[in-house]
């Protein structure tokens, strides 16, 4: 895919996990529990990746290849999801979507400039430039004009 392709793919997926924190924090707070939601999300996100894993997978993962991967990768991801999810479906009915969504956003960019620039989680090393700190404070400006009232 091309890089045109490929940013419009990553902006669906934002307004995919924007609606889905829209519709699962209703869920928490019809539930009134929304670690409950987040249960019932994640159990119907795996049926529904599970069913895309087995229309469109192609290889086979050998047992050594299982037996190389380090124990703390099959956890953690899941472990920081279902914080990160539990805190969305909790502060957006109380936030809104959109302070929610915004002042998320700022924590995944800022962290992930941070964590590029010295190649944290096993990832390639995206050095910290003045371009990438304007963008973060033109975001953070974009954010306050979002949310001040």
Not at 6 to 24: E, H, K, P, R, T
Not at 28 to 47: M, Y
Not at 107 to 132: C, D, M, N
């Amino acid at each position: 895919m091309n890089q045109y392709t490929l940013s419009l793919l990553a902006v669906f997926g934002g307004v995919f996990l924007a609606i889905q924190g829209g519709l699962n924090s209703n869920l928490g707070s019809l539930l009134k529990n929304p670690l409950l939601a987040s249960l019932i999300a994640f159990f119907c996100s795996t049926i529904f990746a599970l069913l895309f894993v087995i229309i469109s997978y192609k290889n086979t993962v050998t047992i050594t290849e299982i037996r190389q991967i380090p124990i703390y990768l099959w956890l953690t991801g899941g472990l920081f999801s279902v914080l990160g999810i539990s805190i969305y479906y909790y502060t957006i009915p109380k936030l809104g979507i959109s302070t929610m969504i915004s002042l998320g956003l700022f924590g995944q960019v800022t962290f992930s400039i941070i964590a590029g620039h010295y190649g944290w989680l096993g990832l390639p090393t995206e050095i910290i430039t003045i371009k990438r700190m304007t963008g973060i404070i033109a975001m953070l400006t974009g954010i306050l004009l979002i949310n001040i009232k």
